[in-house]
Protein backbone atom coordinates (compact mmCIF):
# COMPACT_ATOMS: atom_id res chain seq x y z
CA UNK A 1 0.00 0.00 0.00
CA UNK A 2 1.42 3.34 -0.83
CA UNK A 3 2.29 5.58 1.87
CA UNK A 4 -0.08 8.61 1.60
CA UNK A 5 2.48 11.05 2.93
CA UNK A 6 4.60 10.83 0.10
CA UNK A 7 3.62 12.43 -3.39
CA UNK A 8 4.73 14.78 -5.59
CA UNK A 9 2.47 18.16 -6.31
CA UNK A 10 2.65 20.10 -9.90
CA UNK A 11 2.31 24.00 -8.70
CA UNK A 12 1.47 26.80 -11.31
CA UNK A 13 3.21 29.20 -8.86
CA UNK A 14 5.26 28.55 -5.55
CA UNK A 15 5.82 31.47 -2.85
CA UNK A 16 8.33 29.25 -1.11
CA UNK A 17 7.93 31.69 2.36
CA UNK A 18 11.36 32.88 2.47
CA UNK A 19 10.61 36.20 0.99
CA UNK A 20 12.13 35.73 -2.19
CA UNK A 21 9.77 36.11 -5.93
CA UNK A 22 7.19 33.83 -6.73
CA UNK A 23 8.34 31.04 -8.55
CA UNK A 24 6.48 29.18 -11.98
CA UNK A 25 6.00 25.90 -12.92
CA UNK A 26 7.54 24.18 -9.60
CA UNK A 27 7.56 20.49 -8.90
CA UNK A 28 7.52 19.50 -5.01
CA UNK A 29 8.29 16.18 -4.12
CA UNK A 30 7.08 15.12 -0.48
CA UNK A 31 8.21 11.44 1.35
CA UNK A 32 7.06 10.62 4.33
CA UNK A 33 5.69 13.89 4.65
CA UNK A 34 8.92 15.77 4.63
CA UNK A 35 10.13 18.00 1.13
CA UNK A 36 13.05 16.29 -0.48
CA UNK A 37 13.18 18.18 -3.49
CA UNK A 38 11.84 21.31 -5.30
CA UNK A 39 12.38 21.60 -9.00
CA UNK A 40 11.62 24.39 -11.37
CA UNK A 41 10.07 23.19 -14.64
CA UNK A 42 10.62 19.15 -13.51
CA UNK A 43 8.47 16.45 -15.36
CA UNK A 44 5.53 15.49 -13.04
CA UNK A 45 4.00 12.42 -14.15
CA UNK A 46 0.72 11.16 -14.50
CA UNK A 47 0.52 10.50 -10.97
CA UNK A 48 1.47 14.00 -8.92
CA UNK A 49 -0.69 16.13 -7.59
CA UNK A 50 -2.21 18.87 -9.83
CA UNK A 51 -2.07 21.95 -8.34
CA UNK A 52 -1.37 23.61 -11.89
CA UNK A 53 -4.11 26.19 -11.34
CA UNK A 54 -3.07 27.41 -7.66
CA UNK A 55 -0.58 29.07 -5.80
CA UNK A 56 1.24 26.79 -3.53
CA UNK A 57 3.01 28.20 -0.24
CA UNK A 58 3.87 27.02 3.18
CA UNK A 59 1.44 26.86 5.73
CA UNK A 60 0.76 29.93 8.59
CA UNK A 61 2.56 30.48 11.83
CA UNK A 62 0.43 33.25 14.07
CA UNK A 63 2.83 34.26 16.49
CA UNK A 64 0.34 35.74 19.00
CA UNK A 65 -2.05 33.75 20.65
CA UNK A 66 -4.30 32.71 23.76
CA UNK A 67 -5.87 29.53 22.84
CA UNK A 68 -8.13 29.11 26.06
CA UNK A 69 -9.59 32.11 25.91
CA UNK A 70 -12.91 32.24 23.53
CA UNK A 71 -11.88 35.66 21.06
CA UNK A 72 -16.18 36.61 21.01
CA UNK A 73 -15.44 39.78 23.24
CA UNK A 74 -16.28 38.13 26.65
CA UNK A 75 -14.39 40.18 29.55
CA UNK A 76 -11.39 38.48 30.57
CA UNK A 77 -11.90 38.00 34.63
CA UNK A 78 -15.57 36.41 33.57
CA UNK A 79 -14.23 34.09 31.25
CA UNK A 80 -11.30 32.96 33.79
CA UNK A 81 -14.00 31.70 36.02
CA UNK A 82 -14.95 28.70 33.84
CA UNK A 83 -13.49 25.57 35.00
CA UNK A 84 -10.65 24.17 33.54
CA UNK A 85 -12.25 21.78 31.42
CA UNK A 86 -14.40 24.58 29.64
CA UNK A 87 -10.57 26.27 29.10
CA UNK A 88 -9.25 23.23 27.58
CA UNK A 89 -11.89 22.00 25.20
CA UNK A 90 -12.41 25.40 24.27
CA UNK A 91 -8.50 25.66 23.10
CA UNK A 92 -8.79 22.50 21.13
CA UNK A 93 -11.90 24.14 19.29
CA UNK A 94 -9.75 27.17 18.49
CA UNK A 95 -6.27 25.43 17.37
CA UNK A 96 -8.53 23.16 15.39
CA UNK A 97 -10.70 26.64 13.66
CA UNK A 98 -7.14 27.52 13.38
CA UNK A 99 -5.59 24.63 11.37
CA UNK A 100 -8.53 24.72 9.21
CA UNK A 101 -8.17 28.13 8.18
CA UNK A 102 -4.44 27.71 7.55
CA UNK A 103 -2.49 28.01 10.47
CA UNK A 104 -0.27 25.07 10.98
CA UNK A 105 1.60 26.27 13.82
CA UNK A 106 0.50 28.62 16.81
CA UNK A 107 2.49 30.26 19.17
CA UNK A 108 0.73 30.52 22.32
CA UNK A 109 1.94 33.44 24.75
CA UNK A 110 -0.07 32.57 27.47
CA UNK A 111 -2.51 30.20 28.98
CA UNK A 112 -3.42 28.52 32.06
CA UNK A 113 -1.05 27.08 34.39
CA UNK A 114 -0.95 23.51 32.36
CA UNK A 115 -3.75 23.49 29.90
CA UNK A 116 -1.92 24.39 26.60
CA UNK A 117 1.54 21.55 27.52
CA UNK A 118 -1.66 19.23 28.06
CA UNK A 119 -3.33 20.34 24.68
CA UNK A 120 0.21 20.13 22.75
CA UNK A 121 0.63 16.46 24.46
CA UNK A 122 -3.15 15.50 22.72
CA UNK A 123 -2.27 16.31 19.49
CA UNK A 124 1.28 15.01 19.59
CA UNK A 125 -0.40 11.65 20.41
CA UNK A 126 -3.21 12.05 18.03
CA UNK A 127 -5.76 11.99 20.26
CA UNK A 128 -6.94 15.27 18.51
CA UNK A 129 -6.00 17.32 15.52
CA UNK A 130 -4.36 20.88 15.74
CA UNK A 131 -1.21 22.78 14.82
CA UNK A 132 2.32 22.79 16.07
CA UNK A 133 2.17 24.39 19.50
CA UNK A 134 5.00 26.69 20.03
CA UNK A 135 4.13 27.48 24.26
CA UNK A 136 5.13 29.51 26.77
CA UNK A 137 2.66 28.36 29.38
CA UNK A 138 1.39 30.89 31.49
CA UNK A 139 3.37 34.20 31.16
CA UNK A 140 5.05 35.94 34.55
CA UNK A 141 3.62 38.51 35.70
CA UNK A 142 3.67 41.03 39.20
CA UNK A 143 1.35 40.30 42.01
CA UNK A 144 -2.08 42.18 39.93
CA UNK A 145 -0.85 42.21 36.73
CA UNK A 146 -1.90 41.61 33.17
CA UNK A 147 -3.03 38.18 32.97
CA UNK A 148 -2.58 36.99 36.55
CA UNK A 149 -5.73 34.73 35.79
CA UNK A 150 -2.91 32.55 34.17
CA UNK A 151 -1.16 31.32 37.28
CA UNK A 152 2.06 32.99 36.72
CA UNK A 153 2.08 35.99 39.20
CA UNK A 154 5.96 36.41 40.57
CA UNK A 155 7.65 39.50 42.12
CA UNK A 156 11.48 40.40 42.74
CA UNK A 157 14.96 38.70 40.91
CA UNK A 158 14.79 35.50 42.72
CA UNK A 159 11.26 34.85 41.71
CA UNK A 160 11.10 35.29 38.33
CA UNK A 161 14.38 33.05 38.09
CA UNK A 162 12.05 30.43 40.04
CA UNK A 163 9.00 31.45 37.60
CA UNK A 164 11.17 30.81 34.27
CA UNK A 165 13.00 27.79 35.71
CA UNK A 166 8.91 26.26 36.58
CA UNK A 167 7.87 27.06 32.89
CA UNK A 168 10.93 25.94 31.54
CA UNK A 169 10.52 22.53 33.44
CA UNK A 170 6.73 22.24 32.34
CA UNK A 171 7.93 21.95 28.58
CA UNK A 172 8.25 25.82 27.71
CA UNK A 173 9.42 26.40 24.39
CA UNK A 174 9.97 30.40 25.23
CA UNK A 175 9.70 32.73 28.53
CA UNK A 176 6.89 35.10 28.50
CA UNK A 177 6.67 38.24 30.60
CA UNK A 178 3.91 40.66 30.97
CA UNK A 179 6.76 43.91 31.23
CA UNK A 180 3.91 46.19 31.08
CA UNK A 181 0.18 46.08 32.36
CA UNK A 182 -2.25 45.17 29.36
CA UNK A 183 -6.04 44.80 29.04
CA UNK A 184 -6.47 43.01 32.59
CA UNK A 185 -8.79 44.91 34.58
CA UNK A 186 -6.75 46.96 37.86
CA UNK A 187 -3.36 46.72 35.59
CA UNK A 188 -1.62 50.03 33.73
CA UNK A 189 -0.71 49.64 30.10
CA UNK A 190 1.18 52.70 30.09
CA UNK A 191 3.72 51.99 33.24
CA UNK A 192 6.08 49.01 32.96
CA UNK A 193 5.81 46.62 35.99
CA UNK A 194 9.28 44.47 36.58
CA UNK A 195 12.09 45.94 37.16
CA UNK A 196 15.12 45.36 34.87
CA UNK A 197 17.05 43.08 36.95
CA UNK A 198 13.66 40.83 37.16
CA UNK A 199 13.19 40.43 33.46
CA UNK A 200 16.91 39.77 32.88
CA UNK A 201 16.57 37.23 35.76
CA UNK A 202 14.31 35.47 33.71
CA UNK A 203 15.58 35.89 30.25
CA UNK A 204 18.72 34.71 31.63
CA UNK A 205 16.98 31.22 32.76
CA UNK A 206 16.03 30.92 29.08
CA UNK A 207 19.16 31.84 27.43
CA UNK A 208 20.72 29.00 29.94
CA UNK A 209 19.04 26.65 28.03
CA UNK A 210 18.95 27.90 24.63
CA UNK A 211 15.28 29.50 24.66
CA UNK A 212 14.33 32.70 23.57
CA UNK A 213 12.58 35.51 25.88
CA UNK A 214 9.43 37.65 25.12
CA UNK A 215 8.43 40.89 26.68
CA UNK A 216 4.62 42.07 26.50
CA UNK A 217 5.29 46.22 26.21
CA UNK A 218 2.56 48.66 25.93
CA UNK A 219 4.45 51.37 27.74
CA UNK A 220 7.12 52.87 26.40
CA UNK A 221 9.75 52.28 29.36
CA UNK A 222 8.87 49.03 29.14
CA UNK A 223 10.25 48.58 26.00
CA UNK A 224 13.52 50.16 26.89
CA UNK A 225 13.69 47.89 30.21
CA UNK A 226 13.24 44.74 28.31
CA UNK A 227 16.06 45.93 25.63
CA UNK A 228 18.48 46.59 28.68
CA UNK A 229 17.55 42.75 30.08
CA UNK A 230 18.05 40.99 26.61
CA UNK A 231 14.73 40.46 25.61
CA UNK A 232 14.74 37.95 21.93
CA UNK A 233 10.88 39.18 21.13
CA UNK A 234 8.88 42.02 21.98
CA UNK A 235 4.80 41.76 22.22
CA UNK A 236 3.05 44.90 20.70
CA UNK A 237 5.67 47.52 21.00
CA UNK A 238 3.72 50.31 21.19
CA UNK A 239 5.21 52.95 22.89
CA UNK A 240 2.39 54.29 25.09
CA UNK A 241 3.21 57.55 26.89
CA UNK A 242 2.51 57.70 31.26
CA UNK A 243 -0.38 59.83 29.82
CA UNK A 244 -1.68 57.13 27.56
CA UNK A 245 -1.08 58.81 24.08
CA UNK A 246 1.26 57.10 21.52
CA UNK A 247 3.82 59.16 21.36
CA UNK A 248 7.07 57.12 19.44
CA UNK A 249 10.34 57.43 20.20
CA UNK A 250 12.51 56.84 16.83
CA UNK A 251 15.69 56.40 19.13
CA UNK A 252 14.22 53.39 20.87
CA UNK A 253 13.10 52.21 17.94
CA UNK A 254 16.33 51.67 16.50
CA UNK A 255 17.41 49.96 19.27
CA UNK A 256 14.80 47.41 18.56
CA UNK A 257 16.03 47.14 15.28
CA UNK A 258 19.72 47.26 15.80
CA UNK A 259 19.50 44.73 18.58
CA UNK A 260 17.55 42.22 15.88
CA UNK A 261 14.60 41.72 18.56
CA UNK A 262 11.87 40.73 16.56
CA UNK A 263 8.39 42.72 17.22
CA UNK A 264 5.07 41.23 16.51
CA UNK A 265 2.36 43.86 15.68
CA UNK A 266 -0.87 42.40 16.90
CA UNK A 267 -2.72 45.17 14.65
CA UNK A 268 -5.76 42.66 13.84
CA UNK A 269 -6.69 42.73 17.69
CA UNK A 270 -7.09 46.61 18.20
CA UNK A 271 -9.06 46.57 14.35
CA UNK A 272 -11.22 43.52 15.56
CA UNK A 273 -11.98 45.80 18.85
CA UNK A 274 -13.26 48.84 17.39
CA UNK A 275 -15.15 46.82 14.41
CA UNK A 276 -17.28 45.14 17.45
CA UNK A 277 -17.24 48.83 19.28
CA UNK A 278 -18.89 49.68 15.64
CA UNK A 279 -21.24 47.58 15.54
CA UNK A 280 -22.63 47.69 19.49
CA UNK A 281 -23.12 51.61 18.42
CA UNK A 282 -24.65 50.59 14.97
CA UNK A 283 -27.36 48.52 17.55
CA UNK A 284 -27.44 51.64 20.00
CA UNK A 285 -26.69 49.17 22.65
CA UNK A 286 -25.26 50.67 25.59
CA UNK A 287 -21.43 51.37 25.62
CA UNK A 288 -19.64 51.92 29.34
CA UNK A 289 -17.67 55.05 29.83
CA UNK A 290 -14.25 53.42 29.01
CA UNK A 291 -15.69 51.64 25.79
CA UNK A 292 -17.34 55.08 24.62
CA UNK A 293 -14.06 56.69 25.40
CA UNK A 294 -12.55 54.13 22.72
CA UNK A 295 -15.33 54.46 20.22
CA UNK A 296 -14.72 57.73 19.96
CA UNK A 297 -10.77 57.50 18.89
CA UNK A 298 -11.66 54.52 16.92
CA UNK A 299 -10.52 56.57 13.45
CA UNK A 300 -6.84 57.98 15.68
CA UNK A 301 -6.50 54.40 17.09
CA UNK A 302 -6.40 52.95 13.72
CA UNK A 303 -4.22 55.59 11.82
CA UNK A 304 -1.51 55.67 14.99
CA UNK A 305 -1.16 51.64 15.23
CA UNK A 306 -0.29 51.89 11.40
CA UNK A 307 1.73 54.46 11.91
CA UNK A 308 3.34 52.69 14.75
CA UNK A 309 4.36 49.52 12.62
CA UNK A 310 5.13 51.75 9.50
CA UNK A 311 8.00 53.29 11.19
CA UNK A 312 9.27 49.96 12.93
CA UNK A 313 8.97 48.38 9.27
CA UNK A 314 10.97 51.23 7.84
CA UNK A 315 13.49 51.16 10.00
CA UNK A 316 14.16 47.57 9.79
CA UNK A 317 12.65 46.16 12.73
CA UNK A 318 12.17 42.39 12.34
CA UNK A 319 8.26 42.21 12.33
CA UNK A 320 6.26 38.91 12.57
CA UNK A 321 2.81 38.14 12.55
CA UNK A 322 0.22 37.55 15.26
CA UNK A 323 -3.18 38.18 15.59
CA UNK A 324 -3.76 38.19 19.72
CA UNK A 325 -5.99 35.53 18.74
CA UNK A 326 -8.63 34.59 21.65
CA UNK A 327 -8.34 38.18 23.41
CA UNK A 328 -11.17 40.80 23.01
CA UNK A 329 -12.90 40.16 19.60
CA UNK A 330 -10.24 38.58 17.99
CA UNK A 331 -11.42 34.78 16.50
CA UNK A 332 -9.08 31.83 15.26
CA UNK A 333 -10.53 31.72 11.72
CA UNK A 334 -9.10 34.97 9.86
CA UNK A 335 -5.55 35.21 10.83
CA UNK A 336 -5.00 36.43 7.06
CA UNK A 337 -6.13 39.59 8.29
CA UNK A 338 -3.35 40.32 10.04
CA UNK A 339 -1.39 39.92 7.25
CA UNK A 340 -3.59 42.34 5.13
CA UNK A 341 -2.91 45.04 8.36
CA UNK A 342 0.81 44.77 7.88
CA UNK A 343 0.67 45.46 4.18
CA UNK A 344 -1.48 48.39 4.86
CA UNK A 345 1.56 49.34 7.13
CA UNK A 346 3.65 49.30 4.09
CA UNK A 347 4.81 45.65 3.86
CA UNK A 348 4.64 44.63 0.71
CA UNK A 349 2.28 41.14 0.34
CA UNK A 350 5.28 38.78 0.39
CA UNK A 351 7.29 40.51 3.36
CA UNK A 352 4.03 40.21 4.92
CA UNK A 353 3.53 36.49 3.99
CA UNK A 354 7.36 36.09 5.07
CA UNK A 355 6.63 37.73 8.50
CA UNK A 356 3.99 34.92 8.96
CA UNK A 357 5.97 31.53 7.24
CA UNK A 358 10.10 32.31 7.24
CA UNK A 359 10.79 34.84 9.37
CA UNK A 360 8.11 33.57 11.72
CA UNK A 361 9.77 30.35 11.85
CA UNK A 362 13.14 31.60 12.81
CA UNK A 363 11.66 33.90 15.90
CA UNK A 364 10.52 30.39 16.82
CA UNK A 365 13.73 29.02 16.13
CA UNK A 366 12.10 26.18 15.30
CA UNK A 367 13.23 27.07 11.07
CA UNK A 368 14.92 23.88 10.40
CA UNK A 369 11.62 22.03 10.50
CA UNK A 370 8.87 24.29 8.77
CA UNK A 371 8.37 27.88 7.84
CA UNK A 372 9.64 27.70 3.71
CA UNK A 373 8.96 25.21 1.01
CA UNK A 374 12.68 23.50 0.80
CA UNK A 375 14.17 19.76 1.19
CA UNK A 376 14.00 18.51 4.26
CA UNK A 377 11.56 21.02 5.78
CA UNK A 378 8.39 19.14 6.85
CA UNK A 379 5.40 19.31 4.28
CA UNK A 380 3.22 21.89 6.21
CA UNK A 381 1.64 23.62 2.70
CA UNK A 382 -1.49 25.35 1.65
CA UNK A 383 -2.72 25.39 -2.48
CA UNK A 384 -4.44 29.04 -2.89
CA UNK A 385 -6.62 29.91 -5.32
CA UNK A 386 -5.29 33.03 -6.85
CA UNK A 387 -2.27 35.01 -5.99
CA UNK A 388 -1.63 36.20 -2.53
CA UNK A 389 1.89 37.78 -3.72
CA UNK A 390 -0.45 40.63 -5.23
CA UNK A 391 -3.80 40.18 -3.02
CA UNK A 392 -3.41 38.96 0.60
CA UNK A 393 -7.09 38.33 0.69
CA UNK A 394 -6.49 34.82 -1.60
CA UNK A 395 -5.49 33.75 1.81
CA UNK A 396 -8.98 33.53 3.27
CA UNK A 397 -9.60 29.60 2.39
CA UNK A 398 -7.15 27.89 1.14
CA UNK A 399 -8.34 25.36 -1.41
CA UNK A 400 -6.24 22.85 0.00
CA UNK A 401 -4.26 22.44 3.95
CA UNK A 402 -1.56 20.32 4.25
CA UNK A 403 -0.02 19.15 7.12
CA UNK A 404 3.41 17.44 7.65
CA UNK A 405 2.51 15.38 4.19
CA UNK A 406 -1.37 14.46 5.14
CA UNK A 407 -4.26 16.25 3.73
CA UNK A 408 -6.00 17.78 5.97
CA UNK A 409 -8.60 19.81 3.81
CA UNK A 410 -9.37 19.31 0.25
CA UNK A 411 -11.97 22.55 -1.09
CA UNK A 412 -10.85 22.59 -4.74
Known amino acids: MADPMTFRIRAGRLIDGSGAEPQ ?16 SGGAAGSDALDLSNYTLMPGLINMHAHTVLPGNGRPFEEWMEQPDEILLLQAYANVRTSLYAGVTTIRDCGGKEMLTFRLRDAIRAGIVEGPRLVLSGWPLTITGGHC ?24 ADFVKIMASGGGTLGTYSQYPSFETEELRAAIDEAHKVRKPASCHTIATESIER ?23 EEPLARRVAEQGVYVTATLQVG ?27 IEQAHANSIANIRNLHELGVKLVAGSDAGWRHTGFDDFYLELVYLAEAGMTPLEAIHAATGRAAAACRIDQTVGTIAPGKVADLLAIAGDPSTDLTTLRAPAMIIQAGRTIVDRR
Request: glycine fraction near 12%; aromatic fraction near 8%; proline fraction near 2%.
Open 271 to 297: FDRHDALREMHDRGEEMTPAERAQFEG
Open 148 to 171: RYFGGETDGVEGMRQGARAALKAG
Open 24 to 39: ENVLVTVEQGVITQVE
Open 226 to 248: ALDAGTDHIEHCSFMAPDTSWKY
